[in-house]
């Protein structure tokens, strides 16, 4: 039975132009239900590419990142530094005493050290040639490695050099013989503390790293650098503290090419006139008027 015989036994005084109308609604409601499933069809298949989309895109990432963590070794277990030399303050003083003299200033001492801790390939190369492996190769007790830091350490100290020698040690000495001996001195010290990649049976222990220096980083602290009162009528007033203790700030400070954290910064402060000096400005009160003003 089609649509229309229905629709004339449902009402047979119907005129054909209100049939025709009836026809018409009826179709498009028709059409229009289609045409709206037909696009809830495309926009679900549209949320399903768009899921299917990021599921492979995370799953890409993730399959990645796996292979990554596979062929990349952990950087937490790889060593970077070697410590500061673990050496006692009397160990260090004779083995300075043994190898120069008592007489060497503080300054000489420090630089013949940090020479020797912030060279750390130099001394691989040297001590290796003390321990020939391989046929052909020479044992060389004093390499030239270590004695071309020999000199650029004698040319560094200038004057300070003959405190590198005990009393007329190198009065008599030509350059190349002076050089040589001061880098047996280097040879001892740099053993006696203990850098070297060789122990005390000469088994080798693995390649010298860079010396770490976090062991003897300075402390700093931000202060004023006015010395006193700079006002007419409490100058040379000195200065006193004026932040509590559980009060005083901490920053970042960055100095040079070098970043140092939790730095205390310090506020001085005249008692006589109140007035408050810090590292970048200073604070008082204005008498000139009857309200004190801050400035």
């Known amino acids: 039975m089609n649509q229309k015989t229905c629709l004339k036994g449902r009402n047979q005084s119907l005129s054909r132009s209100q049939l025709s109308k009836f026809l018409y609604i009826d179709l498009f409601q028709h059409v229009n239900c289609k045409c709206s499933s037909f696009w809830f069809m495309i926009s679900c298949m549209d949320q399903i590419c768009v899921l299917a989309f990021s599921f492979l895109s995370q799953f890409w990432t993730i399959l990645w990142l796996l292979i990554w963590f596979q062929i990349v070794p952990p950087v937490s277990t790889i060593s970077t530094e070697n410590t500061f030399p673990e050496i006692s303050f009397n160990a260090f003083y004779q083995v300075i ?38 046929k052909g190769e020479n044992k060389s007790q004093t ?29 008599d000495l030509n ?8 880098a047996t001195k280097l040879n001892d010290l740099a053993i006696d ?5 060789y122990d005390d049976k000469n088994g080798y222990r693995g390649k010298l790293l860079p010396v770490s220096l976090k062991t003897i980083q300075p402390v700093h602290i931000i202060c004023p650098s006015s010395l006193v009162c700079g006002t007419v009528t409490c100058h040379p007033r000195s200065l006193v503290q004026a932040i509590w203790q559980c009060d005083i700030p901490l920053v970042t400070l960055i100095k ?6 939790n730095v205390s910064v310090l506020t001085g402060k005249c008692p006589e006139c109140n007035t408050f000096y810090s590292a970048d400005h200073e604070h008082f009160f204005d008498n000139s008027q009857e309200a004190q003003q801050p400035k």
């Open 193 to 197: 503390i203990n850098l070297t990649p």
């Open 175 to 182: 350059s190349q013989e002076e050089a040589k001996l001061i």
């Open 97 to 134: 005493d043994a190898t120069f003299g008592s007489d060497i200033s503080l300054a000489t001492v420090l630089t013949i050290l940090f020479t020797l801790t912030e060279n750390p390939d130099l001394l691989n190369l040297h001590f290796r040639q003390q321990h020939p492996e391989h």
């Open 143 to 171: 390499s030239g490695w270590m004695i071309a830091l020999a000199k650029a350490l004698i040319e560094q100290l200038g004057q300070r050099k003959d405190s590198l020698h005990y009393d007329g040690e190198g009065v």
């Open 256 to 261: 040079g090419h070098k970043i140092y954290k």
